[in-house]
């Protein structure tokens, strides 16, 4: 009797030993954000949902402060992927870097333009100075595209780096700079604080890669499979974000550090309005980007987009398998 307990009880152990889904399976993937905002859900609600362990992956999520530095990090190899916008890719790319963006997050501008007390006009930015996260950001095209509507050039002022939304949104406050580029939630936080509102082009919805998924080159070739599995993992997190509101919106208090249930409320409805279910690519979005950030260099989408990963995902029946799941979105 004795004997045959040992036996059974290490036949119920072996399973657990053998797992596929143990910890010391797991590949480690770095992935790089460019700031904590709300267009970050669905690679939080990936983790939340452990959708990273399914697919084999243990990936720790790096705030990089900034999408071009971000950019740049991911094209030296110090993270494996990149959640950021194409105006990065565009800046990478034309200094030498070879990033494509696979997938998207959000299609369209989801920034406001606001402005330090005292500054209610175009005209007042004449001669100061306007922040951005990093040189080559959305925030930084974001502004370019916001002087454009004045009738103004970059030159008609100084832009600098300043880091983080909630890093420019008080250096906007304390006067430090004269405006900046903000979005969820940060953009909430500014209507609470009563900060000007030059420009809301989040309300024009348009179209723009302002959120997307970001490899190296190489790596659709060399280690596609870790890609295909992140994807798999990230479209999943954003499905979950979709259907499961009560449960998104603790995944973003947490992440966000916001405690207002209404400014929650508000950046998980902004989300929801503009996040692509299948994370789909926008050609108008792109050709935006490309008018505004590529100047004189390459404007073939070929150069900075690759939609094969995608692709390979819909031809295997992902997406339906999803659908069943979660419902139609």
Same mark, same amino acid.
């Given at each position: ?25 797991? !590949? ?8 904590? /905002? ?20 243990? /990936?720790?999520? /790096? ?187 603790? !995944? ?78």
């Amino acid at each position: 009797m004795q004997t045959l307990l040992r036996a059974l009880a290490l036949a119920l152990t072996l399973p657990w030993l053998t797992s596929p889904a143990s910890a010391q399976e797991l !590949v480690p993937f770095r992935v790089g954000i460019s700031d904590a /905002v709300n267009t970050v859900l669905p690679v939080w609600m990936a983790q939340e949902g452990g959708f990273y362990a399914a697919n084999g992956l243990k /990936v720790e999520i /790096v705030n990089m402060g900034g999408g071009s530095r971000g950019a740049k990090e991911l094209q030296a190899g110090t993270i494996d992927l990149m959640r950021v916008g194409m105006s990065s890719v565009v800046q990478a790319n034309r200094a030498g870097g070879d990033l494509r963006l696979i997938a998207s997050m959000s299609n369209v501008i989801r920034f406001v333009i606001v402005t330090a007390p005292g500054v209610k006009t175009a005209a007042d930015l004449k001669g100061g100075v306007i922040g951005v996260s990093s040189f080559g950001s959305e925030s930084d095209s974001t502004v370019t595209l916001a002087l454009e509507r004045f009738d103004m050039t970059r030159a008609d002022v100084t832009v600098k780096e300043f880091g983080g939304g909630s890093k420019r949104l008080a250096a906007v406050r304390a006067g430090e700079i004269k405006a900046t580029a903000i979005n969820e939630p940060t953009t909430s936080q500014a209507r609470e604080q009563g900060v000007n509102i030059l420009i809301d082009l989040a309300a024009e919805k348009i179209p723009w890669l302002f959120s997307g998924v970001v490899v190296r080159r190489s790596d659709l070739k060399e280690r596609r499979d870790l890609v295909l599995r992140f994807l798999r993992a990230v479209i999943e997190g954003n499905y979950l974000a979709l259907t499961h509101d009560v449960r998104a919106k603790a !995944v973003l208090a947490r992440e966000l550090k916001v405690k207002s249930p209404r400014i929650v409320d508000i950046s998980y409805e902004d989300f929801r309005a503009q996040s692509p279910p299948d994370m789909d690519i926008s050609m108008a979005g792109v050709a935006n980007v490309l008018k505004i950030g590529a100047g004189g260099g390459n404007r073939d989408p070929a150069g900075y987009i690759d939609g094969s990963v995608l692709i390979e995902l819909r031809k295997t029946g992902f997406f339906g398998t999803l659908g069943k799941k979660y419902g139609k979105l």
